[in-house]
């Protein structure tokens, strides 16, 4: 069975969830659901970061221990993850000691291999981004250029790792893998970077200023670059490396059988030097393969600023989905936003994208059901079931383009395309008239039968995306799963018994909808 290994950043545990952090989940979430259904042994890791000066300090501002508040944030994340339907195999927290070994046994490795040597950082820190900027960067306002936050002037000791030894290497690595780095924008940034000079990469800090964090195998008065320990939880939850074995059968150099390397790693563009600079010279440094790509997303912005706790502009998507539904939120996120581009929230953008739901998804499911139930006493007719043939098969191959390209926003389209014929097909037909004429039954007959089976396979396209509503959606056509999209174009649904029930998606406005809080809601 082929293997698809996927991750999310790891989101630090000093802060409540937000809608950015849910947008990156549940791509990677409609990813993993789109790779089971295509049969694939899926490995979706999500999790939280909770070493570094970023977690000290929010800790100590809420008068609470660093462990006291990681264990309350990561309850938080994973309960926002139930709540938005997210199907990861594995959650990881940093400070789990599996974890901790492994990010031990990587920096001795890096060590041995005579890529560590021991130095005097200078230069400018925000805490917010958790990293150090130069003099340029910050500009004269002195200011991260990031989010804008404050930096703070450090001279320390540090040790350092010789990642300018593999500028070249990766250079030639990104030159010669157009598609490993996606969108193309976010390559060429990349490049860009990676031609002008790339210096070392200080990876720990003294322990009297920061002593939150996985203490250096060789000098227990520093402890980890937050971002080192960060990037190495996507080896650990792959199992790649084990820490209790003798040194030469680590798993450096041969990685044991695992999920390593990683198939797709998902992250905001905000990471993106980390991810595809740091990560990849410091695996290389190890002796481990490199991810085989990294998608890049663009960012939530409100009124063009983007979306940050440090900027107090946050928009709560537990607080969405309460008024709309899981589902709702999901396919706001996942159609609006052109996947690897910004998207700018709005409230009335939110209701255009729920009122394609309600009034084309819902409200073809609605009139489908209702006609079955009427003109065929709620079973669907047997015989030929052409209509729609084609402009399934193009809705069909258009999702899996867009899906397989990672531009999730046109294979979506696509979907809400086919649903949008359907209703057109209806119109044509006037099933209503057909049903006035015994002597066009077979008529009606084909009509209906191929209107189920376009709505067996929107289930399918929506699954992913929709997978409450999918379910739902099947239901009301009799079944009891949603299938899979091969079996789904070519079914035979003669005798399938439809039910009406409320509709899937209340129109919004109307005295029963949106449905606020039907999905119940799973407390932290
Ligand atoms: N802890 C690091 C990541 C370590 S990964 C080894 C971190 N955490 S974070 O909590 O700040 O989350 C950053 C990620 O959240 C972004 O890369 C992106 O995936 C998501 N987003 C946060 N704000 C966002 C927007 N406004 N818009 C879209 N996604 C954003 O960085």
Redo the contacts with the bound molecule.
Sequence with gaps: MPSFYL??????A??EP????A???ILGDVLARYRRRAGEDVLFLTG??EHGQKIQEAAAEQGMTPTALCDLMAGRFQAAWRNLAISHDRFIRTTEDEHRAVVSALLERLRDNGLVYEGEYAGWYSVG??RYFTEKEIGPERVDPVAGGPVERIREKNYFFRMSQFQERLLRHVEANPDWIVPAARKNEVLGFLRRPLGDLSISRPRSRIHWGIPLPWDADQVTY??VD?????VTASGAVSPEAPAGERGFDSPLASRWPADLH??????LT??AVY?PTLLMGAGLPLPRKIL??????VEET???KSLGN?VDPLELRSSFGTDALRWYLMRE?PTGQ?ASYTPDRFLVRYEELSNILGNLAHRVVSMVGRYRAGTTPGGPADGLRAETERAVDAYREGFERYRLHEGLAAAMELARRANGFVEEREPWLLARDPGRAAELDETLASLVRVLVTLACLFEPVAPGKALELAGRVGMERVPLLDEAVCMNVAGLAVSQGAPIFPRAGSPGGPPGGTDGEIAA
């Excluded at 937000?18 to 952090?21: A, Q, S, V, Y």
């Design positions: 991750t999310t950043p790891i989101y630090y000093s802060g937000h809608l950015g952090h947008y990156t989940t939280t970061d981004q958790e937050v971002w960060a990037l190495v939880n996507y998902l992250i905001g563009k905000d990471i980390n991810h990560w890049a997303h663009g960012w939530w912005v983007k979306m940050s946050v936003m910004d």
